[in-house]
């Protein structure tokens, strides 16, 4: 029911306005049913107003606000016009009718049915592809299969291994795998040092003081991280080879492995020269001169030990 900008003080008895109570109805005094926005002065006066709310009564039957003395009753009807736009509850609605009405949650996604064919995965072109299992990969969807080598040519691929030269014993083999260990965490050092690059802490490894307080090993690893996280600029390695930088340090893992494996099996002259020149490249990129004239040094004395012990051994032929 709608309630006007006057306060009904004076005239009020048992639930009815007497007509001398009740001043001229002139709606643009009143701020009822206003638009957004709007003041009143901006609104036109009307006369007379019709009921679209609750039923108004008055003796003669006519709903207008005249000064011939109506009698306003007070609302007693159960049901009430209905409102313009159906759609919407009207103030008369049971509870009943509410309580049984839809739920906002069943307008959701999740609760709207599903527009989809079945064994179809897209809309339209669109939408998220199926994904494939875990145990899936390329190899299980098209792909080809070679045309196996003739059983003669596999039977000499399967004969045994050619001998390489070995002369160095372990313990020379060792002792040089040390030096280049020893000197390319050095390098490490000196580098990381030089730059002022981060180096993380944690509860089980101490601050490093020393180029010996992290292995090789460790030492890879926090150079490719760096790498990896962009903390190294391009420009202080040789040649900017940041994208190279990963694969010279993988190729001298082998090196702490080497040196410190026990039971590994003694490696023939090739593969330690192999190792030391990896080292030699580890020095280069890392621009550091005297690692790598260090390295090469060393390079050359294991070589020239080598081709000595093969002389001897043709000489005792």
């Known amino acids: ?16 306005y007497q007509p001398s109570s009740i001043p001229i109805y002139s709606p643009a005094a009143s701020s009822y049913n206003l638009p957004l926005g709007k003041t009143q002065s901006t609104v036109p006066s009307y006369t007379s107003r019709q009921s679209s709310g609750p039923n108004i009564t008055n003796g003669s039957g006519s709903g207008s ?16 016009q209905p409102w313009d736009h159906r759609e919407r509850f009207s103030p008369s609605d049971s509870v009943d009718d509410i309580n049984t009405s839809p739920n906002l949650s069943d307008y959701s996604p999740e ?7 079945p064994g179809k995965n897209k809309v339209n072109g669109k939408g998220r592809p199926q994904r494939r299992p875990s145990n899936r990969d390329e190899f299980d969807g098209p792909h080809q299969l070679l045309a196996p080598p003739p059983p003669d040519y596999i039977a000499l691929q ?9 002369h160095l014993l372990v313990q020379e083999q060792d002792a040089v795998l040390t030096q280049v260990n020893d000197r390319l965490s050095q390098c490490a050092y000196d580098f990381v040092a030089k730059y002022q ?59 702490r492995h080497a040196s410190k494996q026990q ?23 890392l621009k550091d001169a005297s690692a790598m004239k260090y390295l090469d040094q060393l390079y050359v004395q294991t070589e020239q030990q080598i081709q000595e012990r093969v002389k001897a051994s043709r000489f005792r032929q």
């Open 158 to 166: 399967e004969r045994e291994l050619p001998h390489l030269p070995t």
């Open 1 to 16: 029911m709608y309630t006007d900008a006057f306060s009904p003080v004076s005239g009020y008895d048992s639930g009815f």
């Open 65 to 80: 606000g005249s000064g011939s003395g109506p009698r306003y009753t007070s609302y007693t009807t159960p049901h009430s």
């Open 111 to 117: 609760h709207r049915p599903s527009t989809t064919p």
């Open 197 to 255: 690059f981060p180096i993380p802490l944690t509860q089980d490894m101490r601050p490093v003081e020393r180029p010996q307080d992290r292995e090789w090993t460790e030492w890879v690893y926090l150079l490719k991280r760096l790498a990896t996280k962009r903390r190294i600029p391009a420009r202080v390695l040789y040649n900017g080879q940041i994208k190279q930088f990963v694969t010279v340090l993988e190729n001298s893992l082998e090196m």
């Open 263 to 285: 039971s590994r099996p003694l490696k023939d002259d090739r593969n330690i020269l192999q190792l030391i020149s990896a080292g030699i490249q580890v020095a280069k990129i």
